[in-house]
């Protein structure tokens, strides 16, 4: 069983609706219709109409501090959140005190799915970087959705997603090799980014190779060793955290 983590946390803060007049403004310029991720997002799909009746939803906007905690693990649930911006782990300690990072959210994924069916976050969510999210009450999406089925829908598409991926997380760690990990994790990443409208052959690894490592079942020394030996195989190019696939059909092969 996991259990609450002990990483060092920074002060968060809701940026809660703004009043009438000029901040009117600051408040349309966080609203979900004039959002860059609308098209990958909770509310992708909706109408002009049902998409005002989101953002009243998810008005409140919270900032995370790099290294800081979003929620912790067996926090009461009540919100489920939207990356705005930044990157996120979700991680958990063991009876032996042993972290294990269980996924890592970027923008326009969900953060929370797990705790719908205990009330309980199961894992803690920690920033990579400095972050933003929506915070969208479970309560009241629950009734909205049930209201506008084209959100339902879209939630439970999330959900689904989210499940698919936690079966792939249990693909990697139980029958794949050490390269067979990193390269699925590089092409895992390489679609995500493209979703968001991104180059699908270069991106920018929010995580340490530590974290990978934890991420995939490797030591830091492991997946070190993988990236010079991608590297110099012409497979990726990688300068600090930035990654080119050059060739990403061979890390398909690689993958099988």
């Excluded at 009043?19 to 002009?48: F, N, Y």
């Excluded at 499940?163 to 139980?174: A, H, K, V």
């Amino acid at each position: 069983m996991l259990q609450a983590t002990a990483i060092a946390s920074q002060p968060v803060a809701f940026v809660l609706p703004a009043g009438k007049g000029a901040a009117a403004h600051a408040r349309s310029a966080v609203a979900c219709s004039s959002c860059c991720l609308q098209g990958v997002c909770l509310p992708c799909g909706l109408t002009e109409r049902d998409l005002d009746r989101f953002d009243e939803l998810a008005a409140a906007k919270r900032r995370v501090t790099r290294g800081s905690f979003l929620y912790r693990e067996g926090d009461t649930f009540e919100y489920l959140y939207a990356v705005r911006s930044g990157a996120f782990k979700t991680v958990g300690v063991s009876h032996h005190g042993e972290e294990k990072i269980t996924a890592f959210h970027l923008a326009g994924e969900l953060l929370g799915l797990e705790a719908i069916s205990a009330g309980r976050y199961g894992y803690s969510a920690v920033a990579l970087e400095d972050s933003q999210v929506c915070a969208i009450p479970f309560a009241a999406l629950e009734t909205l959705s049930l209201a506008v089925p084209i959100l339902q829908h879209q939630l439970f598409r999330t959900i689904s997603g989210d499940i698919s991926r936690d079966q792939g997380l249990m693909l990697l760690l139980g029958s794949m090799s050490a390269e067979q990990r990193l390269a699925a994790f590089l092409l895992s990443l390489s679609r995500r980014y493209q979703r968001l409208g991104f180059a699908a052959d270069r991106f920018v690894l929010r995580m340490t190779r530590e974290e990978i490592g934890n991420y995939l079942g490797l030591t830091l020394e492991t997946v070190s060793r993988l990236f010079s030996r991608f590297q110099k195989d012409g497979l990726i190019a990688v300068r600090q955290r930035e990654v080119e696939l050059r060739e990403a059909a061979r890390l398909r092969e690689i993958v099988g």
